[in-house]
C-alpha cells in the first residue's frame, strides 16, 4: 500500500512500488494512526473472508448444478426431491436446495425414463438438499458475522475525540474471533461439500454404479478416461481436509504473555480461501465428468437447462475418446465456475438460484 515490502502482480513477485506502478496505482500516504489500525486490526482478516465467502457462495450454487448433473446421468430418481419431505424439516435451505434441482431437470427425458430405475439412490445423490443445505445454511451465517465485521472498528487503542474528556481507550477489538471462527466454520462445510461431491465423481467413473462404460471411455481397456480426473479429485479433497482443522482452537501467547490469547484468524481466513478455490476444482471435475456421461444417453435429451450447460462445458472441453492431458480441460472448466459462467448460464433459464 506504500510501495514498500513486495507483492504478487500477473503472478511475478515484484517490490512493492513496482506493482503498484504497474498497476496504475500510487502509494498511499498514511495519516497519523492509519498503519496501525491497518495492521493492528481485523482488515486482513476480514478482508480474506470476504474472498473465501465469495467464492464459497458462488461453489454452492455451483454445486446444485452439477448435482443435479449428476443425479440426471447417473439414472437418478426426482423423487426424493419432491417438497413433501422436505417440508417436515425446518431448514429452509434444505427444500430451497430440493428446488433448485428439479427446476434444473425439469423437461429432461432422461429422469423421466429412469424416475422408476431403483426405489432409492446413493446418499451422495439423495441427500443433496440435506448435505448442500446446510452448507448454506452455515455460509449465510458467516455472512452476518463478516458483514458486521466490516462494518466495525477494530483498532487500538479507540480515542473518542468528540467525548468532552477526549479519552484514549485500550480495548481488544483488534481480536479476530469473530471472523476467524466463521472462517474455520466455512472451511468445514466446504469440506463436507467436497466431499459429497468426490462421491459423485466417483459413482460417475465406476461403471459397477453408474451402469455407463467404465471410466466413461469407449474403450476402458486401452483408455484410463475420467479414471485420472477422479484421482486428481481425490488427491483435493485430502488437501481439503487437512486445510479443514481449525486454525482458531490453537493458542500460543506472544508479547511476553501479554497478548496471552491469540485468535489465529488470519490463518483461517487464508485457509477457507485455498479451500474454496480447491472445491471449485473439484466441482469442475464433477461437471466435466457429467458433461462426459451425457453423451452416452443419447438419443434421450437432457433438461434444456443441463443442456445449455452441457454445450457451454463442450465449448472448451471435447468429449474424451482417447487419453489426453487434462489439465487445460480442468483450468477451463475451473474459470467458467470462478467466473461464474456456469451460474448466469442457469439462472438465465430458471431465474435465480435459491440459497
Not at 24 to 33: I, N, R, S
Not at 86 to 104: C, D, F, S, W
Request: proline content about 5%; hydrophobic content about 40%; charged content about 25%.
Amino acid at each position: 500500500m506504500i510501495g514498500e515490502g513486495r507483492a504478487w502482480y500477473n503472478d511475478e513477485l515484484l517490490p512493492g512500488k513496482d506493482a503498484l506502478a504497474q498497476s496504475g496505482l500510487k502509494p498511499v500516504t498514511l495519516g497519523c494512526k492509519e498503519g496501525l489500525a491497518l495492521i493492528s486490526g481485523t482488515p486482513s482478516v476480514t478482508a480474506m473472508a470476504i474472498l473465501a465467502l465469495y467464492n464459497s457462495m458462488q461453489a454452492a450454487k455451483t454445486a446444485d448444478i452439477t448435482g443435479a448433473m449428476s443425479l440426471e446421468v447417473l439414472k437418478g430418481t426426482i423423487k426424493a426431491f419432491d417438497p413433501r419431505p422436505h417440508a417436515l424439516k425446518k431448514h429452509e435451505e434444505q427444500a430451497k436446495t430440493a428446488r433448485n434441482v428439479t427446476r434444473i431437470l425439469e423437461g429432461s427425458q432422461i429422469i423421466d425414463t429412469y424416475k422408476d430405475h431403483r426405489l432409492q439412490d446413493a446418499l451422495s445423490l439423495r441427500c443433496i438438499p440435506q448435505v448442500h443445505g446446510a452448507i448454506k445454511r452455515v455460509l449465510k451465517d458467516a455472512a452476518v458475522s463478516i458483514e458486521n465485521e466490516m462494518d466495525s472498528v477494530s483498532d487500538n487503542p479507540l480515542i473518542f475525540p468528540e467525548e468532552e474528556d477526549g479519552i484514549a481507550l485500550m480495548a481488544g477489538n483488534f481480536d479476530g474471533s469473530f471472523v476467524g471462527i466463521y472462517a474455520d466454520t466455512i472451511s468445514i462445510a466446504l469440506a463436507n461439500l467436497a466431499k459429497i461431491t468426490e462421491r459423485r465423481i466417483d459413482r460417475l467413473v465406476n461403471h459397477h454404479l453408474s451402469e455407463l462404460p467404465n471410466f466413461l471411455v469407449v474403450n476402458p481397456g486401452l483408455n484410463s478416461g475420467y479414471m485420472i480426473p477422479q484421482y486428481t479429485a481425490a488427491g483435493l479433497l485430502n488437501e481439503i481436509r487437512v486445510l479443514s482443522h481449525p486454525a482458531t482452537i490453537d493458542n500460543i501467547p506472544t508479547c511476553a504473555n501479554q497478548e496471552d490469547v491469540i485468535s489465529f484468524a488470519y490463518f483461517a481466513s487464508k485457509k477457507a480461501y485455498r479451500i474454496s478455490k480447491k472445491l471449485e476444482y473439484i466441482l469442475a471435475i464433477e461437471l466435466m465428468t457429467a458433461t462426459q456421461a451425457m453423451d452416452f444417453h443419447l438419443p434421450l435429451k437432457p433438461s434444456p437447462v443441463t443442456e445449455g450447460v452441457y454445450h457451454l462445458v463442450r465449448s472448451e472441453v471435447p468429449m474424451v475418446e482417447e487419453d489426453r492431458f487434462f489439465h487445460p480441460d480442468i483450468e477451463a472448466v475451473y474459470r467458467q465456475i470462478h467466473e461464474g459462467e456456469i451460474v448466469k448460464l442457469v439462472e438465465m433459464k430458471i431465474g435465480e438460484i435459491e440459497f
